[in-house]
């Protein structure tokens, strides 16, 4: 074997039939093949029509549970919303600082709500306090 072919077949994976025959339409695209072993390699679950639907029910029935929980940490999204029309009327050059703050805070809040199903899960009270520190 030649130490061209020795190369190629070191820097190239083996493909499969439906990326060969890809392949043969675009020759000059590169090669890249992801195995389940890699870190780019992300399996995606198939969500049914009517499961969007069972988790807001079920979110719905905790929100009924405790209320005052779930009012608190609406009003929290509620006034991050607001905030971020605010600073756009008035000072558009922070708005996209703003944003990124609420993207870290919104898991932090989320964090919350999930404490509270699992609080409810558990046959707990809700509370708020273990709610704010659940993270």
Known sequence: ????????SETHPPTTGAVQSDRAHRQDAPEVAVHSSSVLYMPINNVGINEPLQWLSLGWN???RAPLTGLFFGVCFFLMGHALML???SAPAYVLA???????VGPFLSLGLYQVSKDLQG???PALRRALCAW
């Not at 074997?1 to 190629?8: L, R």
């Not at 703003?98 to 870290?104: E, I, M, S, V, Y």
Request: hydrophobic share 45%; charged share 20%.
């Open 62 to 64: 905790d929100f009924m």
């Open 98 to 104: 703003l944003c990124a703050g609420f993207l870290l």
């Open 123 to 125: 046959r707990l009270k």
């Open 1 to 8: 074997m030649s130490s061209t072919t020795s190369k190629h």
């Open 87 to 89: 600073v756009f009327e």
